[in-house]
């Protein structure tokens, strides 16, 4: 994928710029209009990275931090970011869940022109699962990296219970229900599974636990 800059276009956007695809780099470079599709030259201005205020989530709590971010970059609502906080010399991976600019919640963003950055951390999530058991339901809840993937169909343990995944719940409404579909933790909202010995599948080790006990 070529690189994308964010300038005037003249056709249909002189006075406010816009995202566009460079076609040809250089001292004249070549761009395309993601609006309207036109091409045309423009000088594209070297812009140095921009401090921005960014609230991060991670599990219950939320901490502010402020990261230096390239200026030339449109932000979106689910963008990945890494996040190097410049005062604490922290660094956590997030998903960008809101952006702020000028008083109003946007959907996407010039970076200069943002206020505040929402994410949520990936490092390390609590993934919740619901487990069907012979009375109903209960609650689970397993921490492991955010890029760590579950399987649906696929055996797993935690709090001392072992689960079957029958589905998988991401963030934004989709299921993933097809034996065999991954999903990694970090766009997880919920697991939906049952218990192994609800269905009289044996009570031993599964292949799950003998292949990786860090979880």
Known sequence: MNEEVIVECPVCSPKESVEHEVLRAG?????????????????????????????????????????????????????????????????YPIIVTSIESEGRRVDRQEVDKIDTIWGRATDEVTAKISLKVRNGSTSLEKKVPGEYEFVVGEDYNAEGKTFHITKIKIRGGSFQSRKGDRVAAKYIKRIYSIDKRKQG???????????????
């Open 27 to 91: 001292q004249n470079p070549v761009v395309q209009c993601q609006e309207c599709g036109a091409v045309h030259t423009t000088v594209i201005e070297e812009k140095k990275p921009i401090v921005t205020k960014v609230i991060v989530s991670k599990d219950d709590i939320s901490f502010t931090l402020h990261a230096p971010i390239d200026s030339e970059e449109m932000l979106y609502i689910d963008d990945e970011l890494v996040i190097d906080d410049e005062n604490s010399e922290e660094v």
């Open 201 to 215: 599948w044996g009570e031993g080790k599964t292949s799950w636990s003998q292949r990786d006990k860090r979880y």
